[in-house]
Nanobody, 124 residues
Framework: VQLQASGGGLVQSGGSLRLSCTIS????????IGWFRQAPGKAREYVAA????????DYSDSVKGRFTISRDSLNNTVFLQMMNLKPEDTAVYYC??????????????????WGQGTLVTVSS
């Protein structure tokens, strides 16, 4: 299984970005998918997750109402639409898959395979 994340970049505070994570090597929908981020000098932080069925969605409190996770099953791609970005959203963003469960999990150790990360920088 391979995960390819893209879509990061530099944006001003209040702006928007859409991250993509293309997943190959395993049938889409047979695993949970999560987005995490890691700012310099900080631990990896949970952002959002989508269950294998696509019916359960979860967000961290810090992004709820601003970020939206969704998927395109036809193209095996998961998106993270980020709105009203703040400087504190600056981080490397990672997508990951959990093969053991179809539900949503917030803990990084629950995830089995990770993408390479894409950098999001929000200027004030």
């Amino acid at each position: 299984v391979q995960l390819q994340a893209s879509g990061g970049g530099l944006v001003q505070s209040g702006g928007s970005l859409r991250l993509s994570c293309t997943i190959s090597g395993r049938p889409f929908g047979s695993y949970g998918i999560g987005w995490f981020r890691q700012a310099p000098g900080k631990a990896r932080e949970y952002v959002a997750a989508l269950s294998g069925s696509g019916k359960t969605i979860d967000y961290s409190d810090s992004v709820k109402g601003r970020f939206t996770i969704s998927r395109d099953s036809l193209n095996n791609t998961v998106f993270l639409q980020m709105m009203n970005l703040k400087p504190e959203d600056t981080a490397v963003y990672y997508c990951a898959v959990d093969f053991k469960r179809l539900g949503v999990r917030r803990d990084p150790p629950a995830y089995d395979v990770w993408g390479q990360g894409t950098l999001v920088t929000v200027s004030s």
